[in-house]
C-alpha cells in the first residue's frame, strides 16, 4: 500500500505542486497531517483517492467540522497515529509522541514545524513531511510516502520547483 503523506499546506488558492500531484496518481491513502487552510485542499486530494488527515492549528471551522485533532488509522496490520503536533512547551515531536501514549502506534505522522524528517523514537517511526507548498526557510519543498506491506518504509520526496 502506498500512502502519500503531506502536511502543511497552507493553500488559500492555487493548485498542490505537480511533483506531489505526480505521485498522488499512485496512492492508495492520502494522509494530511493538518494546517489545510481550506476545505479545497481536502477536495482537490480526494480526486486522487481516499483521503484521512487531522485539523491543525491555522484550520477554520469548515476543517475542524470535518476532521478530528487526532487520528489513530489501522492500515495492513499497522497502526498510524496522525496529530498536527501545536501546543505550547515541549518540541513539536514531544508533543506528536506524547498524544499517542495510550495508543502507541507504529507509526506517528505530524506537522507543524515544516521540517521535514523520519527517524525512530524507541519502537515508533516518526514522520514529519515538511510541506510541499510552504517550506520557509528550507532549501526545498516536501512530502513523504509511506509504503507498507509485510515491513514499513518511509522516505522524504525534495523538490524545488512548486509548480
Do not use: C
Given at each position: 500500500?502506498?500512502?502519500?503523506?503531506?502536511?502543511?499546506?497552507?493553500?488559500?488558492?492555487?493548485?498542490?505542486?505537480?511533483?506531489?500531484?505526480?505521485?498522488?496518481?499512485?496512492?492508495?491513502?492520502?494522509?494530511?497531517?493538518?494546517?489545510?487552510?481550506?476545505?479545497?485542499?481536502?477536495?482537490?486530494?480526494?480526486?486522487?483517492?481516499?483521503?484521512?488527515?487531522?485539523?491543525?492549528?491555522?484550520?477554520?471551522?469548515?476543517?475542524?467540522?470535518l476532521l478530528?485533532?487526532?487520528?489513530?488509522?489501522?492500515?495492513?496490520?499497522?497502526?498510524?497515529?496522525?496529530?498536527?503536533?501545536?501546543?505550547?512547551?515541549?518540541?513539536?515531536?514531544?508533543?506528536?509522541?506524547?498524544?499517542?501514549?495510550?495508543?502507541?502506534?507504529?507509526?506517528?505522522?505530524?506537522?507543524?514545524?515544516?521540517?521535514?524528517?523520519?527517524?525512530?523514537?524507541?519502537?515508533?517511526?516518526?514522520?514529519?513531511?515538511?510541506?510541499?507548498?510552504?517550506?520557509?526557510?528550507?532549501?526545498?519543498y516536501s512530502?513523504?510516502?509511506?509504503?507498507?506491506?509485510?515491513?514499513?518504509?518511509?522516505?522524504?520526496?525534495?523538490?524545488?520547483?512548486?509548480?
Amino acid at each position: 500500500m502506498k500512502i502519500v503523506v503531506i502536511a502543511d499546506t497552507h493553500l488559500k488558492e492555487g493548485k498542490l505542486p505537480s511533483r506531489l500531484t505526480d505521485e498522488l496518481q499512485a496512492a492508495d491513502l492520502v494522509v494530511h497531517a493538518g494546517d489545510w487552510k481550506t476545505e479545497s485542499v481536502y477536495k482537490d486530494l480526494g480526486q486522487y483517492g481516499k483521503v484521512a488527515g487531522v485539523y491543525g492549528n491555522i484550520d477554520g471551522e469548515e476543517i475542524r467540522k470535518l476532521l478530528p485533532a487526532k487520528e489513530v488509522l489501522n492500515v495492513q496490520g499497522f497502526t498510524i497515529g496522525v496529530v498536527h503536533g501545536h501546543g505550547d512547551k515541549k518540541s513539536t515531536e514531544k508533543r506528536a509522541i506524547e498524544a499517542f501514549s495510550d495508543d502507541q502506534p507504529d507509526v506517528i505522522i505530524f506537522g507543524h514545524s515544516h521540517i521535514p524528517m523520519i527517524q525512530y523514537f524507541k519502537k515508533q517511526l516518526l514522520i514529519n513531511p515538511g510541506s510541499p507548498t510552504d517550506k520557509r526557510t528550507l532549501p526545498y519543498y516536501s512530502f513523504a510516502i509511506l509504503e507498507i506491506g509485510e515491513e514499513i518504509h518511509a522516505e522524504l520526496i525534495f523538490f524545488s520547483d512548486k509548480n
